[in-house]
């Protein structure tokens, strides 16, 4: 069983930072791409950052420039850390990868349960 694990979310004035970082872990062959999505109220899960195993990142427009994306393969781990942040990124941000938990096994999609992030003053 794979399990992705945020820590990192809570309350920012706008113009603040944050830091969400995500531990995967169970028994895994590779980790392919891991990222982070955010689901505002009311609106559809979207992108937010995402890195290949070869670093290769990916960044919604919305947060390019403000947002920056690593990660530690050795660690399994992902972070995100968000500056000069608007009220508008508030949301539920969700870690994800896929990964083959065999060399044989197709390559499946798994998700963290969410954490909220909230901007406000």
């Known amino acids: 069983q794979v399990q992705l694990v945020e820590s990192g979310g809570g309350l920012v004035q706008p113009g603040g930072s944050l830091s969400l970082s995500c531990q995967v872990s169970?028994?895994?062959?590779?980790?392919?791409?891991m990222g982070w999505f955010r689901q505002a109220p009311g609106k559809e899960r979207e992108l937010v950052a995402t890195m290949t195993s070869g670093e290769t990142t990916n960044y919604a427009d919305s947060v390019k420039g403000r947002f920056t994306i690593s990660r530690d393969s050795a660690k399994n781990t992902v972070l995100l850390q968000m500056n000069s942040l608007k009220p508008e990124d508030t949301a539920v941000y969700y870690c994800y990868c896929n990964a083959r938990r065999r060399s044989y096994s197709i390559v499946v999609d798994y998700w963290g349960k969410g954490i909220l992030v909230t901007v406000s003053s």
């Open positions: 169970g028994s895994i062959f590779s980790l392919n791409t």
